[in-house]
């Protein structure tokens, strides 16, 4: 096994870096940088550079990701983060607080879904104005004919 090489452990990382680090695309960190969820600057070669903490803020947004969390959520949970720092276990436990709202809401829609869905397996249209899943409480009998989306799965 390779020896590391402690010099390397101030020093800053390149695009290509952070991705093979991170396990994530170039395109996913530029796309990152642009939403405003990491921040890089470029080098006196014009080349893209980020600290070292880069990495832990990756490592939460994929994590976030995979737990369904939008990226403007992540992007709002962020801002309350210092930005001189790698993310906390306490600052991951405060996201954490906040997406577990995000999280119920969620599990909830799915197990209503999941309940409801035989009421509806027969129509293959999933408009009609009694339909429980795309028109609860048949809101949309006033809008008009056709597909309506009150809440998005």
Known sequence: MPML????????????????????????????ESKGLIK???????????SRDVLRRVAVIKVAQRLGISLASIAAAFEALPTDR????????RMSEVWRGELD??????TRLRDE??????????SIRECPLRNPWDE??????????????
Do not use: M
């Open 140 to 153: 949309l009998s006033e809008a008009g004919p056709g597909p309506r989306l009150l809440d998005p799965l």
């Open 86 to 93: 790698s993310p906390t276990a306490e600052d991951w436990k």
């Open 5 to 32: 090489d402690p010099s390397n452990y101030d020093r800053d990382l390149t695009v290509g870096e952070v991705a093979k680090r991170s396990g994530v695309a170039v395109s996913a960190i530029h796309f990152y």
């Open 40 to 50: 890089g600057w470029r080098s006196e070669g014009n080349q893209r550079r980020f």
């Open 105 to 110: 809401d969620r599990i909830n829609k799915l």
């Open 117 to 126: 869905l035989d009421r509806c397996i027969g129509c293959g249209c999933l």
